[in-house]
Protein backbone atom coordinates (compact mmCIF):
# COMPACT_ATOMS: atom_id res chain seq x y z
CA UNK A 1 0.00 0.00 0.00
CA UNK A 2 1.68 3.57 -0.85
CA UNK A 3 2.09 5.60 2.26
CA UNK A 4 -0.63 8.70 2.67
CA UNK A 5 1.00 11.44 1.11
CA UNK A 6 1.21 14.54 3.81
CA UNK A 7 -1.01 16.60 2.25
CA UNK A 8 -3.41 14.31 1.12
CA UNK A 9 -7.23 14.29 2.39
CA UNK A 10 -8.45 15.18 5.90
CA UNK A 11 -7.07 12.57 8.60
CA UNK A 12 -9.58 9.83 9.30
CA UNK A 13 -10.60 11.19 13.03
CA UNK A 14 -11.39 14.47 11.85
CA UNK A 15 -13.73 12.64 8.68
CA UNK A 16 -15.39 10.40 10.82
CA UNK A 17 -16.54 13.42 13.69
CA UNK A 18 -17.51 15.95 10.82
CA UNK A 19 -21.67 14.50 11.28
CA UNK A 20 -20.86 15.41 15.56
CA UNK A 21 -19.00 18.39 15.10
CA UNK A 22 -21.46 19.91 12.56
CA UNK A 23 -24.23 19.49 14.75
CA UNK A 24 -21.93 20.79 17.36
CA UNK A 25 -21.51 23.98 15.10
CA UNK A 26 -25.64 24.15 14.48
CA UNK A 27 -25.38 24.13 18.81
CA UNK A 28 -22.83 27.47 18.40
CA UNK A 29 -25.19 29.51 15.76
CA UNK A 30 -28.28 28.90 18.06
CA UNK A 31 -26.47 30.27 21.26
CA UNK A 32 -25.09 33.12 19.11
CA UNK A 33 -28.21 34.23 17.42
CA UNK A 34 -28.73 37.11 20.02
CA UNK A 35 -25.97 38.80 18.48
CA UNK A 36 -27.46 38.47 14.83
CA UNK A 37 -28.75 41.77 15.15
CA UNK A 38 -25.19 43.28 14.95
CA UNK A 39 -24.26 41.50 11.89
CA UNK A 40 -23.12 43.91 8.64
CA UNK A 41 -25.94 45.20 6.48
CA UNK A 42 -26.01 45.88 3.13
CA UNK A 43 -28.17 47.16 -0.05
CA UNK A 44 -30.27 43.85 -0.04
CA UNK A 45 -28.96 43.12 -3.47
CA UNK A 46 -29.77 39.31 -5.34
CA UNK A 47 -27.72 36.55 -3.76
CA UNK A 48 -27.85 32.65 -4.91
CA UNK A 49 -26.23 29.69 -2.51
CA UNK A 50 -25.39 26.53 -3.99
CA UNK A 51 -25.47 23.70 -2.23
CA UNK A 52 -22.13 20.88 -1.65
CA UNK A 53 -21.88 17.94 -2.98
CA UNK A 54 -25.32 15.27 -2.32
CA UNK A 55 -27.37 18.34 -0.08
CA UNK A 56 -30.05 20.33 -1.55
CA UNK A 57 -31.63 23.44 -0.46
CA UNK A 58 -32.48 22.64 3.24
CA UNK A 59 -28.76 22.72 3.82
CA UNK A 60 -28.83 26.12 2.98
CA UNK A 61 -31.77 26.90 4.47
CA UNK A 62 -30.15 28.46 7.88
CA UNK A 63 -27.54 30.76 5.96
CA UNK A 64 -30.26 31.64 3.61
CA UNK A 65 -32.50 32.61 6.33
CA UNK A 66 -30.23 34.84 7.96
CA UNK A 67 -29.67 36.63 4.85
CA UNK A 68 -32.90 37.45 4.39
CA UNK A 69 -33.81 38.96 7.78
CA UNK A 70 -30.73 41.02 7.02
CA UNK A 71 -32.61 42.73 3.39
CA UNK A 72 -31.17 40.39 1.08
CA UNK A 73 -32.73 38.54 -1.76
CA UNK A 74 -31.68 35.48 -1.26
CA UNK A 75 -32.28 32.23 -3.36
CA UNK A 76 -31.62 28.60 -2.97
CA UNK A 77 -30.87 26.94 -6.42
CA UNK A 78 -33.73 24.61 -7.02
CA UNK A 79 -32.41 22.14 -8.35
CA UNK A 80 -32.51 19.15 -5.97
CA UNK A 81 -29.81 17.32 -4.70
CA UNK A 82 -26.52 18.53 -6.18
CA UNK A 83 -24.55 15.16 -7.63
CA UNK A 84 -22.11 17.16 -9.42
CA UNK A 85 -22.17 18.58 -13.51
CA UNK A 86 -25.44 17.37 -14.82
CA UNK A 87 -26.97 18.89 -17.81
CA UNK A 88 -29.41 20.33 -15.85
CA UNK A 89 -27.08 21.51 -13.11
CA UNK A 90 -25.06 23.14 -16.08
CA UNK A 91 -27.86 25.39 -17.78
CA UNK A 92 -30.20 25.68 -14.45
CA UNK A 93 -27.59 27.73 -12.79
CA UNK A 94 -26.95 29.70 -15.55
CA UNK A 95 -30.57 30.48 -16.30
CA UNK A 96 -31.15 31.18 -12.44
CA UNK A 97 -28.40 33.79 -12.25
CA UNK A 98 -29.59 35.37 -15.42
CA UNK A 99 -33.20 35.34 -14.11
CA UNK A 100 -31.95 37.16 -11.38
CA UNK A 101 -29.81 39.64 -12.66
CA UNK A 102 -32.54 40.78 -14.98
CA UNK A 103 -35.21 40.50 -11.91
CA UNK A 104 -32.82 43.09 -10.42
CA UNK A 105 -31.01 44.74 -12.79
CA UNK A 106 -27.70 44.07 -10.82
CA UNK A 107 -24.97 41.76 -10.48
CA UNK A 108 -25.84 38.27 -8.05
CA UNK A 109 -23.23 37.85 -5.37
CA UNK A 110 -22.80 33.70 -5.69
CA UNK A 111 -22.30 31.81 -2.38
CA UNK A 112 -21.65 28.11 -2.71
CA UNK A 113 -20.51 25.70 -0.16
CA UNK A 114 -17.88 22.82 -1.28
CA UNK A 115 -18.84 21.35 -4.44
CA UNK A 116 -21.69 24.63 -4.78
CA UNK A 117 -18.51 26.89 -4.76
CA UNK A 118 -16.99 25.52 -7.97
CA UNK A 119 -19.70 26.29 -9.49
CA UNK A 120 -20.07 29.27 -8.24
CA UNK A 121 -16.64 30.11 -9.39
CA UNK A 122 -17.43 28.59 -13.26
CA UNK A 123 -20.56 30.63 -13.29
CA UNK A 124 -18.39 34.07 -12.49
CA UNK A 125 -15.86 33.35 -14.66
CA UNK A 126 -18.20 32.42 -17.74
CA UNK A 127 -20.11 35.59 -16.92
CA UNK A 128 -18.54 37.85 -14.73
CA UNK A 129 -21.04 40.86 -15.84
CA UNK A 130 -23.70 39.31 -14.15
CA UNK A 131 -21.80 38.59 -10.68
CA UNK A 132 -20.83 40.68 -7.88
CA UNK A 133 -18.99 38.91 -5.99
CA UNK A 134 -18.13 35.39 -5.16
CA UNK A 135 -18.25 33.70 -1.63
CA UNK A 136 -16.96 30.00 -1.15
CA UNK A 137 -17.26 27.65 1.70
CA UNK A 138 -14.41 24.86 2.06
CA UNK A 139 -14.69 24.32 -1.72
CA UNK A 140 -11.67 22.28 -3.04
CA UNK A 141 -11.26 24.32 -6.45
CA UNK A 142 -7.00 23.64 -6.14
CA UNK A 143 -7.26 20.37 -5.90
CA UNK A 144 -4.27 18.67 -7.24
CA UNK A 145 -5.15 14.60 -6.84
CA UNK A 146 -8.85 13.03 -5.78
CA UNK A 147 -6.69 11.90 -2.41
CA UNK A 148 -7.53 15.36 -1.33
CA UNK A 149 -10.92 15.04 -0.98
CA UNK A 150 -12.75 12.03 1.21
CA UNK A 151 -15.83 13.55 -0.85
CA UNK A 152 -13.77 11.96 -4.45
CA UNK A 153 -15.40 8.56 -4.34
CA UNK A 154 -18.95 10.08 -4.20
CA UNK A 155 -18.64 12.26 -6.54
CA UNK A 156 -17.26 9.67 -9.40
CA UNK A 157 -20.19 7.24 -8.39
CA UNK A 158 -22.71 9.77 -10.63
CA UNK A 159 -19.49 10.90 -13.44
CA UNK A 160 -22.33 8.99 -15.61
CA UNK A 161 -24.26 11.72 -15.41
CA UNK A 162 -21.82 15.01 -16.08
CA UNK A 163 -21.48 17.12 -18.91
CA UNK A 164 -18.44 18.40 -18.05
CA UNK A 165 -15.48 16.24 -17.22
CA UNK A 166 -12.40 17.99 -16.13
CA UNK A 167 -8.81 16.92 -15.31
CA UNK A 168 -7.16 18.19 -11.98
CA UNK A 169 -5.49 20.64 -11.20
CA UNK A 170 -8.41 22.32 -12.94
CA UNK A 171 -7.45 24.38 -15.89
CA UNK A 172 -9.42 27.38 -15.26
CA UNK A 173 -7.82 27.72 -11.64
CA UNK A 174 -4.44 29.03 -13.28
CA UNK A 175 -5.43 32.78 -13.10
CA UNK A 176 -7.87 34.60 -10.27
CA UNK A 177 -11.17 35.32 -10.93
CA UNK A 178 -12.42 38.77 -12.29
CA UNK A 179 -14.58 39.48 -9.89
CA UNK A 180 -14.01 40.01 -6.30
CA UNK A 181 -13.70 36.61 -4.02
CA UNK A 182 -13.60 35.36 -0.37
CA UNK A 183 -12.68 31.43 0.59
CA UNK A 184 -13.57 31.17 3.97
CA UNK A 185 -12.31 27.18 4.98
CA UNK A 186 -11.28 25.84 7.73
CA UNK A 187 -8.12 23.66 9.16
CA UNK A 188 -10.44 21.43 10.71
CA UNK A 189 -12.32 20.06 7.47
CA UNK A 190 -12.96 16.84 7.77
CA UNK A 191 -14.33 16.32 3.91
CA UNK A 192 -11.36 18.17 1.68
CA UNK A 193 -7.77 19.42 2.70
CA UNK A 194 -8.12 23.07 3.52
CA UNK A 195 -5.03 23.78 1.77
CA UNK A 196 -7.43 22.59 -1.68
CA UNK A 197 -9.78 25.57 -0.77
CA UNK A 198 -7.46 28.48 -0.66
CA UNK A 199 -7.36 31.68 -3.34
CA UNK A 200 -4.29 32.74 -5.09
CA UNK A 201 -3.28 35.93 -3.91
CA UNK A 202 -4.72 38.36 -5.35
CA UNK A 203 -6.01 42.44 -5.44
CA UNK A 204 -9.30 41.42 -5.10
CA UNK A 205 -9.35 38.22 -3.49
CA UNK A 206 -8.52 36.52 -0.02
CA UNK A 207 -8.87 33.38 2.44
CA UNK A 208 -10.71 33.67 5.99
CA UNK A 209 -9.86 30.76 8.38
CA UNK A 210 -13.10 29.37 10.87
CA UNK A 211 -13.16 27.02 13.43
CA UNK A 212 -15.92 24.77 11.99
CA UNK A 213 -16.48 21.13 10.20
CA UNK A 214 -17.10 21.11 6.59
CA UNK A 215 -20.37 19.94 7.64
CA UNK A 216 -21.15 23.30 9.64
CA UNK A 217 -19.67 25.63 7.67
CA UNK A 218 -23.17 27.14 6.50
CA UNK A 219 -24.47 27.77 9.57
CA UNK A 220 -21.19 27.94 11.76
CA UNK A 221 -21.19 31.91 13.45
CA UNK A 222 -17.92 32.78 12.09
CA UNK A 223 -18.65 32.06 9.03
CA UNK A 224 -22.24 33.12 8.66
CA UNK A 225 -20.50 36.92 10.35
CA UNK A 226 -18.07 36.79 7.56
CA UNK A 227 -20.60 36.09 4.50
CA UNK A 228 -22.23 39.15 6.09
CA UNK A 229 -19.12 41.48 6.16
CA UNK A 230 -18.39 40.73 2.42
CA UNK A 231 -22.03 41.11 1.22
CA UNK A 232 -22.29 44.26 2.93
CA UNK A 233 -19.43 45.60 0.74
CA UNK A 234 -20.78 48.63 -1.38
CA UNK A 235 -20.89 47.47 -5.09
CA UNK A 236 -17.83 48.09 -7.01
CA UNK A 237 -15.59 48.56 -4.22
CA UNK A 238 -13.66 45.64 -2.19
CA UNK A 239 -11.60 45.60 1.33
CA UNK A 240 -9.93 43.28 2.44
CA UNK A 241 -11.74 41.21 5.29
CA UNK A 242 -11.28 41.83 9.14
CA UNK A 243 -12.66 40.33 12.09
CA UNK A 244 -14.05 43.38 14.69
CA UNK A 245 -12.58 43.05 18.06
CA UNK A 246 -14.83 41.54 20.03
CA UNK A 247 -14.48 38.09 17.41
CA UNK A 248 -10.94 38.13 16.68
CA UNK A 249 -10.91 34.50 18.65
CA UNK A 250 -13.64 33.09 16.29
CA UNK A 251 -10.65 34.09 13.09
CA UNK A 252 -7.49 31.78 13.86
CA UNK A 253 -4.57 33.32 12.26
CA UNK A 254 -3.75 30.48 8.86
CA UNK A 255 -0.93 28.61 9.23
CA UNK A 256 2.50 29.74 7.61
CA UNK A 257 3.74 27.31 5.12
CA UNK A 258 7.12 25.72 4.95
CA UNK A 259 9.17 25.59 2.50
CA UNK A 260 8.43 23.37 -0.21
CA UNK A 261 4.82 22.98 0.87
CA UNK A 262 2.55 22.48 -1.49
CA UNK A 263 0.22 25.34 -0.04
CA UNK A 264 3.16 28.33 -0.25
CA UNK A 265 1.91 28.55 -3.64
CA UNK A 266 -1.51 28.94 -2.92
CA UNK A 267 -1.16 31.80 -0.23
CA UNK A 268 -2.55 31.72 3.23
CA UNK A 269 -3.32 35.30 3.95
CA UNK A 270 -6.81 35.62 5.74
Known amino acids: MAARQQDDGPALPLYLTEPGRAVGDYGLYLAARPLMSRLPRGDGHPVLVLPGLLADDISTRVLRAVLRKLGYDAHG ?8 PTAGCVKGTRDLLHHLRDKHQRPVSLIGWSLGGIFARDLARR ?24 AAKVFDRYSHLHVEHRTLPLESETTPLAVPTTSIYSHYDGIVHWQTCLNTPGERCENIAVMASHLGLGHHPASIWAVADRLAQREGTWTPFKAPLFLRPAFPRPARPKAGDPAAAHGTAA
Open 127 to 150: DPESVRQVVTLGSPFRLTRHSQSR
Open 77 to 84: WGLGRNIG
